[in-house]
C-alpha cells in the first residue's frame, strides 16, 4: 500500500533538509553534511531487531515526533514489500525502481555538533543473520575505532538469553579492536513495564549489564520514546564526546556569574539535547533539562509545519524569567533569572555580547588554554 500525499508530507517536514550521499558511499537517512577537517567520532548503535534503535535515532536526530515512528520498519528490512530481495550470508542486497543493487546491513549517518564535530552514527540492523556477522566476517570494520558503542535492549523481549550473548559478543569485540570506547546500555521501552515495577527491574537488568561488562564499564539508562528518559539517556552520550566541554562548562559558569543567572542551559541546536549548563540555586526537578528539550522540540516542528520558524522565547511569572535564544551557530541557550530588578533588555543584551566568546570557543580543536570572560 503506497503511502497517502499527507503522510508523505508530514514525513518531508519531520526529517528535515537532506542531502544525496557521495557516489559509492551507503545511504544514510539523516542528510551527508560532512566538513572537511572534521573531528569524526564513530558511534555504534546496536540491539537486536525490533528494540527500537532505529524510532529513537528518529527522534532524536532526524526529528520525527513519537507517534510518527509507528510508521518506520525495521532497520534493513524497511519497505521490503516493494523491493526485489537477493539473499545471502553475510547481508541482504535491496533491488531498487531502476536495477541498481544496495547493501544495508548498516545505515550510515554523519550527524554534524559543535562547529567541527561530527558523529559517524552506525545503525547496525539487529537480524540474527547481521549480528552473526559482524562477530565473523565483518568483525573487524565494524568495530575498529569505535568511541561509543551503544547497546539497546527491549525490556520486554522474550529472547534475554540471546540478548545478552549478542551483547557479550559485542564487548568481546570491542575490547579487542577498540579498548577504550565507552559502553552505554539503554533499557528501552520501559513505558510498557507497570510503573511500580519500573524501579525494580531496571535496577536488576542494570546490576545483570554491569556484571556482564566487566572488565570494561557501562553507563545503563532507562528510556522511553514516550517521555524526556530518551533525552536524558542521549545527552549524556553526546557529552561524553564533546572535545572541549571542560573549558565550555567553565566558561558558561562565568557567563552565569556575571549576569547573575540563577541557572544557564545551553543546547545542541539541532537536536536539542543538552550539553552543557551551570546553576548557582538548587532547583527541585532533576528532569527539568531533559523536559525543556523536549517541549521545546515539539514546539519547533510546530513552527516549522507552519512555516515558521523559532528563534526566541520568554517565560515569565511572579518567581522568575526564563529566556531562550540562538546563542551560536550550533546552540541554543536558556538563561533562568530571579532577580526582578534586571530587566529583560539587559538579559537579552548580555546573551547577544557573548555570542561572540562562545563562538570562538566552539572553533578551538582539542583542549586548549581557556577562553574567560571579561
Same mark, same amino acid.
Given at each position: 500500500?503506497?503511502?497517502?500525499?499527507?503522510?508523505?508530507?508530514?514525513?518531508?517536514?519531520?526529517?528535515?533538509?537532506?542531502?544525496?550521499?557521495?557516489?559509492?558511499?551507503?545511504?544514510?537517512?539523516?542528510?551527508?553534511?560532512?566538513?572537511?577537517?572534521?573531528?569524526?567520532?564513530?558511534?555504534?548503535?546496536?540491539?537486536?531487531?525490533?528494540?527500537?534503535?532505529?524510532? &529513537?535515532?528518529?527522534?532524536?536526530?532526524?526529528?520525527?515526533?513519537?507517534? =510518527?515512528?509507528?510508521?518506520?520498519?525495521?532497520?534493513?528490512?524497511?519497505?521490503?514489500?516493494?523491493?526485489?530481495?537477493?539473499?545471502?550470508?553475510?547481508?541482504?542486497?535491496?533491488?531498487?525502481?531502476?536495477?541498481?543493487?544496495?547493501?544495508? =546491513?548498516?545505515?550510515?549517518?554523519?550527524?554534524?555538533?559543535?562547529?567541527?564535530?561530527?558523529?559517524?552514527?552506525?545503525?547496525?540492523?539487529?537480524?540474527?543473520? @547481521?549480528?552473526?556477522?559482524?562477530?565473523?566476517?565483518?568483525?573487524?570494520?565494524?568495530?575498529?575505532?569505535?568511541?561509543?558503542?551503544?547497546?539497546? @535492549?527491549?525490556?520486554?523481549?522474550?529472547?534475554?538469553?540471546?540478548?545478552?550473548?549478542?551483547?557479550?559478543?559485542?564487548?568481546?569485540?570491542?575490547?579487542?579492536?577498540?579498548?577504550? #570506547?565507552?559502553?552505554?546500555?539503554?533499557?528501552?521501552?520501559?513505558?510498557?513495564?507497570?510503573?511500580?515495577?519500573?524501579?525494580?527491574?531496571?535496577?536488576?537488568?542494570?546490576?545483570?549489564?554491569?556484571?556482564?561488562?566487566?572488565?570494561?564499564?557501562?553507563?545503563?539508562?532507562?528510556?522511553?520514546?514516550?517521555?524526556?528518559?530518551?533525552?536524558?539517556?542521549?545527552?549524556?552520550?553526546?557529552?561524553?564526546?564533546?572535545?572541549?566541554?571542560?573549558?565550555?562548562? &567553565?566558561?558558561?559558569?562565568?557567563?552565569?556569574?556575571?549576569?547573575?543567572?540563577?541557572?544557564?542551559?545551553? @543546547?545542541?541546536?539541532?537536536?536539542?539535547?543538552?550539553?552543557?549548563?551551570?546553576?548557582?540555586?538548587?532547583?527541585?526537578?532533576?528532569?527539568?533539562?531533559?523536559?525543556?528539550?523536549?517541549?521545546?522540540?515539539?514546539?519547533?516542528?510546530?513552527?516549522?509545519?507552519? #512555516? #515558521?520558524?523559532?528563534?526566541? &522565547?520568554?517565560?515569565?511569572?511572579?518567581?522568575?524569567?526564563?529566556?531562550?535564544?540562538?546563542?551560536?551557530?550550533?546552540?541554543?541557550?536558556?538563561?533562568? &533569572?530571579?532577580?526582578?530588578?534586571?530587566?529583560? #533588555?539587559?538579559?537579552?543584551?548580555?546573551?547577544?555580547?557573548?555570542?561572540?566568546? @562562545?563562538?570562538?570557543?566552539?572553533?578551538?580543536?582539542?583542549?586548549?588554554?581557556?577562553?574567560?570572560?571579561?
Amino acid at each position: 500500500m503506497e503511502e497517502s500525499d499527507s503522510e508523505k508530507k508530514m514525513e518531508k517536514e519531520n526529517l528535515g533538509p537532506r542531502m544525496d550521499p557521495p557516489l559509492g558511499e551507503p545511504e544514510g537517512s539523516l542528510g551527508w553534511v560532512i566538513p572537511n577537517a572534521a573531528m569524526k567520532k564513530k558511534v555504534l548503535l546496536m540491539g537486536k531487531s525490533g528494540s527500537g534503535k532505529t524510532s &529513537m535515532r528518529s527522534i532524536i536526530f532526524a526529528n520525527y515526533i513519537a507517534r =510518527d515512528t509507528r510508521r518506520l520498519g525495521a532497520t534493513i528490512l524497511d519497505r521490503l514489500h516493494s523491493l526485489q530481495i537477493n539473499s545471502s550470508l553475510s547481508t541482504y542486497s535491496l533491488v531498487d525502481s531502476v536495477g541498481s543493487t544496495k547493501t544495508f =546491513d548498516v545505515e550510515h549517518s554523519h550527524v554534524r555538533f559543535l562547529g567541527n564535530l561530527v558523529l559517524n552514527l552506525w545503525d547496525c540492523g539487529g537480524q540474527d543473520t @547481521f549480528m552473526e556477522n559482524y562477530f565473523t566476517s565483518q568483525r573487524d570494520n565494524i568495530f575498529q575505532n569505535v568511541e561509543v558503542l551503544i547497546y539497546v @535492549f527491549d525490556v520486554e523481549s522474550r529472547e534475554l538469553e540471546k540478548d545478552m550473548h549478542y551483547y557479550q559478543s559485542c564487548l568481546e569485540a570491542i575490547l579487542q579492536n577498540s579498548p577504550d #570506547a565507552k559502553i552505554f546500555c539503554l533499557v528501552h521501552k520501559m513505558d510498557l513495564v507497570q510503573e511500580d515495577q519500573r524501579d525494580l527491574i531496571f535496577k536488576e537488568r542494570e546490576e545483570d549489564l554491569r556484571r556482564l561488562s566487566r572488565p570494561l564499564e557501562c553507563s545503563c539508562f532507562r528510556t522511553s520514546i514516550w517521555d524526556e528518559t530518551l533525552y536524558k539517556a542521549w545527552s549524556s552520550i553526546v557529552y561524553q564526546l564533546i572535545p572541549n566541554v571542560q573549558q565550555l562548562e &567553565m566558561n558558561l559558569r562565568n557567563f552565569a556569574e556575571i549576569i547573575e543567572a540563577d541557572e544557564v542551559l545551553l @543546547f545542541e541546536r539541532a537536536t536539542f539535547l543538552v550539553i552543557s549548563h551551570y546553576q548557582c540555586k538548587e532547583q527541585r526537578d532533576a528532569h527539568r533539562f531533559e523536559k525543556i528539550s523536549n517541549i521545546i522540540k515539539q514546539f519547533k516542528l510546530s513552527c516549522s509545519k507552519l #512555516a #515558521a520558524s523559532f528563534q526566541s &522565547m520568554e517565560v515569565r511569572n511572579s518567581n522568575f524569567a526564563a529566556f531562550i535564544d540562538i546563542f551560536t551557530s550550533n546552540t541554543y541557550v536558556m538563561v533562568v &533569572m530571579s532577580d526582578p530588578s534586571i530587566p529583560s #533588555a539587559a538579559t537579552l543584551i548580555n546573551i547577544r555580547n557573548a555570542r561572540k566568546h @562562545f563562538e570562538k570557543l566552539e572553533r578551538v580543536d582539542g583542549p586548549k588554554q581557556c577562553l574567560l570572560m571579561r
